[in-house]
Nanobody, 125 residues
Framework: QVQLVESGGGLVQAGGSLRLSCAAS????????MGWFRQAPGKEREIVAA????????YYSESAKGRFTISRDNTKNTVYLQMNSLKPEDTAVYYC??????????????????WGQGTQVTVSS
């Protein structure tokens, strides 16, 4: 498994931006598919975005498309989530996740093998 530590969460006004970072430990980072999930109070955890090991394929939820961008830097063992035009409904704890499996059932079923501790994002109206 890989250890994941998220950072970059905080409080922002609607329409603002945040960039989340997820630093990974382990030598095999460049072989992992990485993703971001979120969980709002009283709601189930949901996939936000994912990026394959090479960075040349990405996936987004409908709510994230056009506003969020996932990227990775394999030289820094870090994956990012740039969030623009934030809305109050984006308020949630955001979790970084990793798995050897490429995009597929492991991800849209919410079952990657490694998880970070989460970072809170709060968007005020």
């Amino acid at each position: 498994q890989v250890q994941l530590v998220e950072s970059g969460g905080g409080l922002v006004q609607a329409g603002g931006s945040l960039r989340l970072s997820c630093a990974a430990s382990g030598r095999a980072f460049s072989t992992y598919t990485m993703g971001w999930f979120r969980q709002a109070p009283g709601k189930e955890r949901e996939i936000v975005a994912a990026i394959v090991w090479s960075g040349d394929m990405t996936y987004y939820s409908e709510s994230a498309k056009g506003r969020f961008t996932i990227s990775r830097d394999n030289t820094k063992n870090t994956v990012y989530l740039q969030m623009n035009s934030l809305k109050p409904e984006d308020t949630a704890v955001y979790y970084c996740a990793a798995d050897f499996a490429s995009w597929g059932s492991t991800w849209y079923s919410g079952l990657p093998g490694s998880w970070g501790q989460g970072t809170q994002v709060t968007v005020s109206s």
